[in-house]
């Protein structure tokens, strides 16, 4: 590469001008497109580190994201010296990430949201920094599953932080607490002066007008009742330790206007003595003592309960326990009042194995005009039944749900209201007993008890343990049949798999890559996957029963009850803290926001993270390489015009010497091209057909002007126009299309030099996945791989290489890129089944032997 | 030997290293004991000899390359493995001049690792 690009900057050399030449530009150009791919690649490795097939260190945290700052610095400087410092403000966007990026790997707690309170429908597991794990979890599994919850909203730490500051209170407490921590006062005394001074302290009326909104917004859906809320506490790290619970404050029934003052009872409650006392032991440090809050709608619960979805002394069992009593469910909670106990299978059907129906004369019940009272219960309920057996089996299915959802054993609280609909009020993670607990030592041998279907195949997107019944995919099968907790088995890792995401316990694919859109799913949502298996869809049978162990890459007939026990014992990875690490950086590296040019976020200070900054560089580099030479006509040591051909593609030449030969005012026609490669590139993108090779009613025209702009060069600015450039000289052509949302890279020497000539081939698409992207990157996997290049794909990019080929088989891999270029920016719409991939690539075969007599 | 199980000692100051390995390769039947700090696992090696060591290379306190070092000269037949995220060739000469087994760069695959160990493995019971 090195030295051909020094025999182009030898053509410059003829001239001397006092603008800078094009091969400086150039050079600065290449070096953009360069670390542009650097960056991406980087980003793409980080993200596939998250599958748990990987052991990584903070080291590796650290040292990825050094180096992605570095290449993230040299990308700003590249563009500010092509543009002479018209982008300097991506110094400041630049300097705002890698200050939150530096805050995250320093093991800051970062309140991500400035916001004072968050509905639930937008809280993400990724705020429980924000909003504490109760209101997480809850909000969570109302967005992501189909379970009901009660409606709510979050007030975060930035509130708790808010309301302490404006009232002078947050220095003061740690002062106190100090004294406490010194032993110049007892714990008793620090709690109750921190508490009384909370309690007389005034919810700062920003707040307050905040918080009364959200209440009202939700009230305003219930005409015949007068909504009152429940507002509990929702503490940083409260969810994580279960020994935690019961420490902090609930307000109950609590009418609208009520809630502030309800809001600071629950705040008081994070320094009780208790409270206090067990953070110390827990080594909390200051900037982790932060109580978030979580306000829910009350429902008025004709029953409510308790369900672990495993007995926790005796998980052999295979039971799940649900203990439940009339009324709400506080009393059920704290044990003050005798329950129904149901003992139920965990396997479906989940047959009801035991029952205790007790006498309960009293229940604790909503008072109309807020707060709660005891109220004797109608005396023909005292000795029925609390739950009915649907409500059993429903509950049953809603704690696998959950189960499988977290990953682990839950402890379940619900209410069943006025409709006897079951409603999940809160679920976290249920503690089994330890010693009980299989040692994975215990495992060896499995393959001696249980039937082994594959072995040692595939490669863990998502490392796990997932037991259910097959369902295999076939083609035309409808994804809409798929069974609640089966484990999807399918030809291919296409993104289109993704719905079922919630009801599937594991993905397995004969073919697939770990950094593809189905593997960042199934690790968003924790589903061991399995890719790569080869021959997966034939050996297991639709129906039957599997247990898929991706550590070990192995399949096994039936349930493999160790295994099951083994993985809800073991701790998931996401649970360690440097896989959470990652994850939080990656959110400032890896989305990208900057999706349209056009759109009004696309400048510097619209970047929000590193990917948006190479986005931004990347457009605004070939955007510039084409303003200096062709509308400015800046440098004279090049000659610029725009192709005039049959085929509306709206393309910048600049030819560094030898590459265009004749006049070109008028622009260029394609038998003026005199570059070698570019013409091969030329002649396969104009291929007859190529355009439009499948019956599929595309309107022609109109596609073509969606990927490309058609304006004439007269009549238009230089904004305005697509960002199509092609730099060549007589043995070389460099391209950049910019199709749609799809970048299409092709740097190409061709000479009779065989240790000379390379071609460097990169698609990417854009930012939406679908399934037919994924067939097209097959596709042109499948094709660039059978004629000679080295193929790598990350996601939907697909990166070729060919060198040392001799002049005559360059030129005929040039034509076929010609061919895909033309031709890919169709895919999108015609890659409609499975059987397309071949389809076309037969096509293009037949094509390549026509043309090339091979 | 034959029915001896494997025994590995494992030592890296990052925890996750450990917490992720032990596991992984007591599932595939091997005796594993993990340590975080090199005076400890020199401790432990000064007490009973190990089939199979992996070690980091950088560390607080008795560097890796001592700690194998030690390793090798009490028991050269006990085959160490290195693991570390600061590869350079120079790092990885010396450790296969002190004869280290193998080196492998971190971030790696469970299945990688576990490759290297079943080599390992099948060199020592082969000589014995």
């Given at each position: 590469m090195q030295s051909f690009l020094q025999q182009i900057r030898g053509i410059f050399n003829r001239k001397k001008k006092e603008t800078v030449p094009f091969k400086i530009l150039f050079a600065e150009f290449k070096k953009s497109l360069e670390l542009n791919n650097q960056v991406l690649d980087i980003i793409a490795d980080a993200n596939d580190k998250?599958?748990?097939?990987y052991i990584f260190d903070e080291q590796y945290i650290q040292s990825t994201c050094m180096e992605l700052t570095d290449l993230i610095r040299q990308l700003i400087v590249t563009i500010n010296h092509l543009t002479e410092q018209k982008y300097s403000e991506l110094y400041t966007s630049f300097h705002l990430i890698e200050e939150e990026i530096e805050s995250l790997l320093q093991g800051q707690m970062l309140n991500q949201v400035k916001d004072l309170i968050l509905p639930y429908a937008s809280v993400t597991r990724d705020l429980t920094d924000s909003v504490g794990g109760k209101n997480a979890h809850i909000a969570e599994i109302g967005t992501l599953t189909d379970l009901r919850i009660p409606e709510g909203f979050a007030i975060t730490t930035a509130a708790f932080l808010f309301f302490l500051q404006e009232n002078e209170l947050y220095d003061w407490i740690f002062t106190i607490r100090k004294q406490w921590r010194q032993k110049v006062i007892p714990v008793e005394e620090a709690s109750q002066k921190i508490q009384r001074a909370i309690l007389d302290a005034t919810v700062p009326p920003q707040l307050e007008e905040v918080i009364l909104d959200a209440a009202a917004q939700i009230s305003k859906g219930y005409r015949d009742i007068v909504p009152c809320f429940a507002v509990r506490s929702s503490a940083l790290g409260e969810d994580e330790i279960s020994s935690f619970a019961g420490q902090y404050l609930s307000c109950l029934n609590i009418p609208v206007k009520e809630i502030p003052q309800a809001y600071k009872e629950v705040v008081a409650s994070l320094f009780s003595p208790e409270a206090m006392e067990y953070r110390l032991q827990m080594d909390f440090r200051p900037h982790e003592i932060m109580m978030a809050v979580a306000c829910q709608l009350m429902v008025p619960a004709k029953a409510s309960g308790v369900m672990y979805?495993?007995?926790?002394?005796?998980?052999?069992?295979?039971t799940m326990i649900i203990n439940s009593a009339w009324g709400l469910g506080e009393p059920i909670v704290a044990g003050e009042v005798p329950t129904d106990a149901f003992v139920l299978d965990r396997q479906p059907p989940n047959d009801v194995r035991e029952m205790q129906i007790v006498r309960k004369d009293q229940s604790m019940v909503l008072r109309g005009c807020g707060g709660i009272g005891i109220d004797g219960v109608e005396e023909e309920q005292r000795t029925e039944s609390s739950l009915t057996k649907r409500q059993l089996q429903e509950l049953a299915r809603i704690g696998v749900r959950l189960e499988r959802y977290f990953k682990r054993p839950q402890d379940i609280e619900f209410a069943v209201d006025q409709q006897e609909r079951v409603i999940v009020l809160q679920s976290r993670q249920l503690r089994l007993q330890h010693e009980r607990a299989p040692r994975a030592c215990d495992l060896t041998g499995l393959g001696d008890k249980y039937s082994i279907i594959f072995r040692g195949r595939g490669i863990a997107a998502m490392e796990g343990i997932a037991t259910g019944e097959a369902w295999v995919m076939r083609?035309?099968?409808?994804?809409?049949?798929f069974p609640m907790g089966g484990i999807l088995v399918a030809r291919h890792a296409t993104p289109q798999l993704a719905r079922v995401i919630n009801r599937a316990t594991g993905f397995i694919t004969d073919v697939g890559s770990t950094t593809g859109h189905l593997a960042t799913v199934a690790r968003e949502f924790r589903v061991p996957a399995l890719f790569n298996t080869e021959n997966g869809t034939e050996l297991i049978r639709h129906g039957q029963e599997i247990t898929l162990d991706t550590e070990c890459l192995t399949v096994y007939e039936g349930i493999v009850q160790e295994l099951q026990y083994y993985s809800i014992q073991e701790e998931p990875i996401e649970e360690m803290y440097e896989y959470r690490l990652l994850r939080r950086v990656l959110k400032k590296i890896e989305p990208?926001?900057?999706?349209?040019?056009?759109?009004?976020?696309?400048t510097p200070r619209g970047c929000r993270t590193y990917h948006d900054l190479t986005r931004f560089v990347h457009e605004k580099a070939v955007e510039t390489i084409i303003d200096l030479n062709?509308?400015?006509?800046?440098?004279?040591d090049t000659q610029a015009g725009r192709l005039v051909w049959d085929y509306p593609l709206d393309l910048i030449l600049i030819d560094v010497g030898g590459g265009i030969e004749g006049e070109h005012e008028k622009g260029i026609r394609p038998e003026q091209i005199t570059s070698v490669p570019m013409r091969a590139l030329l002649r396969g993108m104009s291929y007859p057909g190529m355009w439009d090779m499948s019956p599929a009613g595309v309107d022609f025209s109109s596609f073509m002007s969606s990927l490309t702009r058609t304006t004439s060069v007269r009549s238009t600015s230089p904004e305005d126009v697509g960002r199509n450039l092609a730099v060549v000289s007589a043995e070389y052509t460099n391209i950049n299309f910019r199709l749609g949302y799809h970048f299409t890279v092709i740097d190409a020497y061709v000479s009779d030099n065989i240790l000379d000539n390379h071609i460097y081939f990169r698609f990417s698409g854009g930012v939406t996945e679908t399934t037919r992207r994924a067939r097209r990157t097959r596709l042109l996997g499948r094709i660039l791989s059978h004629y000679d290049f080295l193929c790598e794909m990350h996601g939907d990019i697909v990166v070729a290489r060919l060198k040392r080929t001799d002049r005559e088989r360059m030129l005929q891999r040039l034509f076929l890129l010609g061919l895909l270029v033309g031709f890919t920016r169709q895919l999108d719409v015609k890659m409609v089944s499975e059987e397309m991939i071949t389809t076309f690539f037969n096509e293009i075969k037949t094509i390549m032997e026509k043309e090339n007599g091979k | 030997m034959e029915n001896k199980q494997t025994s590995i000692l494992i030592l890296d100051d990052e925890p996750i290293v450990s917490k992720r390995l032990k596991p992984s390769l007591e599932k595939k039947g091997y005796e594993v004991e993990a340590f975080t700090t090199s005076a400890a696992a020199l401790a432990r090696v000064r007490e009973r000899q190990f089939d199979i060591v992996v070690t980091d290379l950088k560390m607080e306190g008795v560097d890796g390359m001592q700690f194998l070092t030690e390793v090798k000269e009490k028991y050269p037949d006990t085959e160490v493995i290195v693991i570390t995220g600061f590869a350079t060739m120079a790092t990885a000469k010396e450790s296969f001049n002190k004869g280290v087994f193998d080196f492998l760069a971190k971030p790696f695959k469970l299945g990688e690792i576990a490759e290297v160990i079943a080599k390992a493995e099948k060199k020592i019971k082969g000589t014995k």
């Open positions: 998250l599958s748990g097939d979805t495993y007995d926790p002394v005796r998980p052999e069992m295979e083609e035309g099968g409808d994804l809409k049949d990208l926001n900057l999706t349209d040019p056009e759109a009004d976020n696309f062709f509308y400015h006509a800046h440098n004279r | -």
